[in-house]
Structure formats: C-alpha cells, structure tokens
C-alpha cells in the first residue's frame, strides 16, 4: 500500500478521498489555486502544494504542475476524483511515465470509452444491450436524417464528445431534423471541440439506473449493484438512491453482468460506472464513466465497504476486498446534492459566502450511523465562479426506502444555509412528494410535478413570525444601551412598549410591559441561545434558529426556511423606495467601477458604482443626500446577490 498520496481535486471530493486515506494510515498531499488557498480540502490534508490562479485551466487541469507536485512531495500515487483530469488519458499515460501511479482505469480504457461513438461499437461486439440507433462513422447529413428516420421518432441526436447533459437534442418529427442537427453540432464544437454526432431513438418515460464496476489487475471484475439516478434537471443527476426500486433480482443480475462485460471488453481495472437507460423490462447501454461517481456514497452505504479504500487497494496491486458472492445489498441509500443554485429562476447556479452553514449531525461514514454529510467548505467559505456550486451531498441510510426517504426529510429540514441561494427547500418538497415516494421514477418526475415542486408562496405561520418578531427584540436588546426599546421609539402607554412590526408582507404587534412579552395579544417568553430561540406562545412551545442577513431574517422553524425582510421605517427615513433603501447588489455579478471617492458628499441620484450581472450593467445610486463613508468592494470584486455594497451615511 501507498505512504503519501497527492489528491488533484478540491471540495467535498477531496475531503472525501482524504478521510480514507488518514484511516489507513496514508499521508496526503493537496494541490489549490489561488481562490482555494483558505480551503476545507487543502486543511484536511497532511501537505498543500499551491497550483496558480482561481480557473481550472491555470491550476487543477495543469498536468505538469500536478506532476511536479507529486515529484516535489514525493507522492507515489495520484488520486484525480472525478472532473477536472480524472478522465483525462493523457493525464494518466503523463502519471505511469513519471512514475507515479494513477488512480484509475488504464489509458487506453479511458480512451476507450471517452467517445460514445466509439464505446458504443465496442459495446455492441460485447453483447451488451444499445438503444436502438445509429453511431457510424459517416456523418453527411443527408445520412444521419435517413438514419433518424429509419430509427423513428422522437429520436436524440448526442455530442460523440459529449457530457454533462451537453450537446443533446431531442427531435419529434423528421421535418425539424436538420434545424436540431445544425444547432447541436454548434454547441457541440463549442463545448468540446467535436462536432461528430450519434443518433438514438429518445425514450420518452426513461429511467438512469446505473451499475457499479469494480476490477483489480488479477483478472478479477464485480458489480456492487446499481444506483437510481432518474431525478433530474436539466439532464443532471440531483437525487440517487440504491438499490433502484422496483428492480426484480433477475434483472438487477442482468444489468450487473452486462456491466462486467462491458468493463472486461476494454480491459478495465478499478472502480467505473455503466450508466443505463431503461424502459419498461429494457434496458440498454449508454456510456461508462471511467473514475468514482459523485454519487458513490450510496453503494457504500448499502454495500457497507469504501469505495476509495478499494480504489487504493487495486491501484497498489491488491486483489479485490470481496468476491461477488460475497457482495450483499443491505436496505437502502439516498443522496441529495445540495448545489448553490435558484430552482425558481430555472435552476440558476448561484454564487455568495456562505454566511451561516449548519448540516444534520454527521454520524457515520457507512450505515449504521443513518446519516452522512460530505462536504468541501465550512461556514465563511464562499462559493465561487470558477468551480461547480455544489455545497454538499447528504447521505442517509435506512431498513427500507421508506426509512429512508423519512430520514432524507429530516437531515434535509435541518441542514441551514444563508447568504445564497440553494436548493435545499426544492429537494426537501421533492423528497415529500407523492411522486418520489411512489418510487415510479423517470426522468421527466421534475417537470411532470412542477406545481407541487414549485407552490405559490404562503404567508407565513404565527410561530414563525413570533420567532422573527423574539429575534428582533433580542438584536434590539443588543445594541441599545438600557432597555431593548430605547434604540427605535416605541411607543409608550401606561408602561406597556407597544410596537408594530413589518415582517415581509405581514404586520405583527408586540408588547412589552410588567408581565412580560406579548406577541399579536398572546403571552410569550422567550428563551436564547445564540441564534437559537424557544418560545413559549400561549401554551405553544415554538423552537427555531433566526439569522439576519442586512434586514432580512432566516427564519429556520419545523424543518423549512422562511425569509422575511424586516421594514423599519425610521431606518428607512429619506431613503429612495424604488430601491428599498439598500445598497445591495441587485444580483450576483462583478463590480466594474466605483464613481466617486470615499467620504464624497453627494446628492440622491448621484451615481456611485457600476457593477456588472448577467452580461448587464446595473448603476448603483445615493439613495439620498449623504456621504460615502466606505465602499465594501473593488472593482474586479465578485459579488453575491444582497451583498451590501458600500456603507452610506445620510
Ligand atoms: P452525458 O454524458 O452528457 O451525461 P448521457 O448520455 O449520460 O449524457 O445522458 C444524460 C441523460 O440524458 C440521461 O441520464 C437521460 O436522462 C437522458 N438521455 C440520454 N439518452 C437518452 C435517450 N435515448 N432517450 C431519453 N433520454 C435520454
């Protein structure tokens, strides 16, 4: 077994690979870029060997500087995760010449399977199920409509070259061919520099299920079962489970041996996924990813053993940990990917600080335990740009998929994120629905349940407006000198401190006098620790956490979010209401210049700072007559949606 590794990744995967290999006693070495420098994953490992600037393309996808930092540290062997060059052969031929071992399949099966035209022709000499389709060589035009025709429709055309739900095109008549064609070949050299297509007939009610591969180089090949990767958007993956639900024993073994004979067929050695379409008692090949998935916790979980500890295992020259027969499913598995994005704006990826950050307790790596959280920052890193914006995967484990989608619920209705936008809530509604519990899944699930994945918004419940209205007077009471009321003017009758709250849309009364709280007319007490409060509302215990944001609070209460913008009218004297009086970035974007000096007096109107959002310029201007006492940012600067830009004093 290897003594140091070099891990040439970042985030959650990194920190992954890392807490395998301190457990069997091996030394890890990291690599980062500049925007990594404070990182989770460069904290979690023994050594840290800086790359060069924040994109991919000047650090974590430069060959050489990986290399020389394997040769530096004197790291025998190179873990790539997945993305960045875990899929790269030339990458893995550049490590076997420097002689230091990588992680993963052979080149030549890497470049086996790396085009789908290709992995298809080899595919089909193995026996291996295809979708009905066409992936010749030949690609005048004129040739493949005949073949779409032949084929029938709807039919798929897909990027040879092609990824992460890049570069597809469905058709529905032959009429259109030609258009979809055209436009898909286009993205296609864009994305990735080839413009060769391969056509297939589009299932219409498909489901992804996937199966886990594992060869060591004594010949030896298994499957560790399959995964459910039906739930999508956008053709990405964001809820997996395993076992699939519903799959007889009979054909869970036909897709696990078909599996092993497309590995063997291009000579494949460690841990790979044959990713499968499938319709009704069919399914067929789609392509193989040659490196661990991003959702490979689940099979660890219903397996019980570490996929990374059998990547290290076959890569120093073991024999696999377990034999087929010895491989059992136990229960099930499920994991959520929470992404930085905006479900609402069509699944907009987001960037921003994660300014408050809570998971579910972490309890175990494999079962057991119930619940795991793998993640790749803390509370205070930011989300950036320059990577993908995924901020965690929550993995439970339970008896049966009932279990476990209750336990998904709950890690779900716990995990707290604030300062940018996610998908928590939508994952949590999709996890609930009807829909998802049946266990009749198919690709289309997201779109066939819009309404009930995307409700009208409701006004919020008493409690958590009672938990808002406690933190505001728990913030008041904070920053006034005496009494909690003497920073704003309440009003004063008889000793009783009236005051009427604007909370988002809804108005609350609260009173405080002798005999303590009263919230709309009802005692309450409140008690405090931190950010977490517990109430007693009439008879009503109310717990929940409240994080402020500027002037928006995060209500966190029964497992949901609600955030309420807190309108005070005498902070909000003499400003500007078409801007709400704050100057926050409008939306996540980049600032492009600042037009006045610190300390400037200028009039309302003046225009202050120019900053950049969605390929549009926005101007930021004096809300009223005042002075710049500060600008938070420069131009260059990235910044999050609500960002407060500079500080103003009227
Ligand atoms: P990528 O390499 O970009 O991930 P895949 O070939 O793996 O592309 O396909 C991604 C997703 O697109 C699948 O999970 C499935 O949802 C959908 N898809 C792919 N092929 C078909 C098909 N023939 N019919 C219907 N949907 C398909």
């Known amino acids: 077994m290897f003594t140091k590794i070099l891990i040439a990744n970042r985030g959650e995967i990194a920190c992954r690979v890392a807490t395998t290999a301190r457990r069997l006693g091996i030394k890890t070495v990291a690599v980062y870029s500049d925007a990594d420098a404070g990182s989770k994953h460069v904290a979690a490992c023994d050594e840290a060997v800086h790359l060069g600037p924040a994109t991919a393309k000047e650090s974590y996808l ?8 394997a040769k530096a540290t004197g790291a025998q ?19 076997a010449k420097a002689g230091v071992t990588f992680i993963g399949p052979p080149a030549s099966a890497i470049s086996a399977m790396g085009l789908k035209s290709e992995a298809k022709s080899r595919m089909e000499k193995a026996k291996v199920p295809l979708v009905p389709g066409y992936h010749g060589a030949d690609q005048a035009p004129a040739l493949l409509h005949q073949q779409a025709d032949r084929i029938g429709y709807p039919v798929l055309i897909k990027a040879s070259a092609g990824g992460g739900g890049k570069g597809m095109r469905a058709v529905d008549r032959s009429a259109d061919f ?30 992804h299920i996937e199966v886990q591969v594992f060869a060591d180089t004594h010949g030896e090949c298994v499957y560790l079962f399959e995964r459910d990767c039906s739930v999508q958007r956008r ?23 078909a599996a092993v004979a497309a590995a063997k067929a291009v000579g494949y050695v460690g841990a790979g996924t044959v990713e499968f379409i499938a319709e009704g008692e069919q399914f067929y090949f789609m392509e193989m990813n040659t490196r ?30 377990a034999t087929q027969a010895e491989l059992k499913i136990r229960g ?58 995924m901020i965690a995967k929550l993995i439970v484990w339970g008896e049966d998929r009932e279990l476990a989608l209750t336990r998904m619920a709950d890690a779900l209705g716990k995990t707290q994120i604030v300062g940018l936008a996610t998908n928590v809530a939508f994952l949590k509604r999709l996890v609930e629905s009807k829909a998802f519990a049946s266990g009749d899944l198919d690709t289309g699930l997201i779109a066939k349940n819009h309404d009930v994945l995307f409700p009208a918004a409701k006004a919020p419940v ?17 920053s006034a000198d005496a009494d909690p009321w003497s920073s704003r003017s309440g009003w004063r009758l008889n000793q009783v401190f009236l005051r009427s709250l604007k909370l988002g849309s809804s108005e609350v009364q609260v009173a405080y006098g002798h005999s303590g709280y009263r919230f709309n007319g009802q005692p309450m007490t409140v008690t405090r620790d931190g950010l977490d409060y517990q109430l007693m509302l009439g008879e009503q215990p109310v717990r929940g956490t409240v994080v402020f944001e500027g002037e928006t609070l995060h209500v966190f209460h029964a497992g ?13 004297a003499g400003q500007d209401e078409g801007q709400g009086g704050k100057l926050v970035a409008p939306m996540p974007g980049k600032i492009v210049a600042l037009l006045c000096g610190q300390g400037a007096a200028v009039k309302k109107g003046t225009p202050l700072l120019v900053m950049e959002a969605m390929k549009m310029e926005h101007t930021i201007t004096a809300p009223a007559d005042g002075t710049v006492a500060e600008f938070l940012f420069s131009p260059g600067d990235q910044v999050s949606e609500g960002a407060e830009l500079l500080k103003f004093s009227l």
């Open 178 to 207: 030609l258009a979809a064609l055209e436009s898909c070949k286009r993205e296609a050299i864009n994305a990735f520099g080839d413009d060769a297509v391969l056509i297939e007939k589009y299932l219409t009610k498909p489901r």
């Open 235 to 257: 053709h990405q993956k964001v809820l997996e489970e395993a076992p699939a639900p519903g799959l007889s024993e009979a054909r869970r073994k036909a897709m696990g041996e």
């Open 292 to 321: 661990l998935q991003v959702e490979h916790p689940v099979t660890e979980m219903i397996t019980g053993f570490d996929l990374v500890e059998w990547q290290l295992r076959v890569a120093s020259g073991e024999r696999l940990p």
């Open 332 to 389: 099930h598995a499920l994991e959520a990917r929470v992404y930085a994005e905006n479900p609402e704006k069509g699944f907009l990826p987001a960037i921003g600080t994660l300014s408050h950050l809570r998971f579910p307790e972490h309890v175990s790596f494999v079962r057991d335990g119930a619940v795991r959280v793998d993640s790749g920052v803390r509370e205070g890193d930011a989300i950036t740009p320059f990577y993908d914006p």
């Open 560 to 572: 949901t979010v609600t955030a309420l913008e807190l309108f005070d009218a005498i902070a909000h």
């Open 462 to 478: 008493d409690t958590v407006l009672a938990l808002a209205a406690a933190a505001v007077l728990a913030r008041e009471a904070e």
């Open 62 to 69: 430069v060959m050489e500087k990986i290399l020389a930092a």
């Open 77 to 95: 062997a190179i873990h790539p995760g997945y993305g960045f060059l875990s899929e790269n052969e030339d990458f893995a031929e550049a490590c």
